[in-house]
């Protein structure tokens, strides 16, 4: 055997354990990257949120106001969120009306009544909706989880 057909055979040998090895992981990789990112990219993200309203727990519109989730858009362009919706862990739902969010720019989405502006959307609810431990979950007209946002029990914690 000459010494440069042994030489492709110790390659050839290496290039497939490098491609078994690497088909292994891959499942492995792309199970951490579904978890990380559930939806399509998107340039939406949950910012600030500020749960359990830090006024007294009355009903009042202004003590529900106080309680908001605030979405970033972190792209150049805007993006309109009519459809979409902000969800919490009990199923309580706001659908987005017909809004162009800029880009570079937020918009605080509050519990209670309001007139909704550039930088406030109002859910017009009597109660509280957001919990020490909860769960706000942004997702796209279609379904698509966009971010998720947990705090509480686990500690804070981010995923989108």
């Known amino acids: 055997m000459s010494a440069s057909l042994a030489t492709r055979r110790v390659l050839a040998t290496l290039l497939a354990a490098g491609t ?22 998107s340039p939406l993200v949950i910012g600030d949120v500020q749960y359990d309203s830090p006024s007294r727990h009355d009903r009042s519109n202004r003590a529900l106001n106080r309680e908001w989730v605030e979405i970033k858009n972190t ?5 309109n969120l009519r ?22 720019s937020a918009v605080k989405v509050h519990t209670g009544q309001g007139r909704n ?10 109660q509280q909706v957001w919990n020490d431990r909860d769960t706000a979950t942004l997702r796209d007209n279609r379904g698509n989880v966009i971010d998720t946002e947990s705090w509480g029990r686990r500690g804070h914690q981010h995923r989108g």
């Open 20 to 41: 078994l090895i690497g088909a292994a992981t891959l499942p492995a990789a792309a199970d951490d990257h579904r978890r990380d990112h559930r939806g399509p990219h």
């Open 75 to 79: 792209g150049r362009h805007s993006v």
């Open 83 to 104: 459809g979409y919706t902000l969800t919490d862990q009990q199923g309580n739902r706001y659908r987005f009306p017909d809004f162009r969010l800029d880009g570079r």
């Open 117 to 126: 502006t550039r930088h406030d959307l109002y859910q017009d609810r009597h």
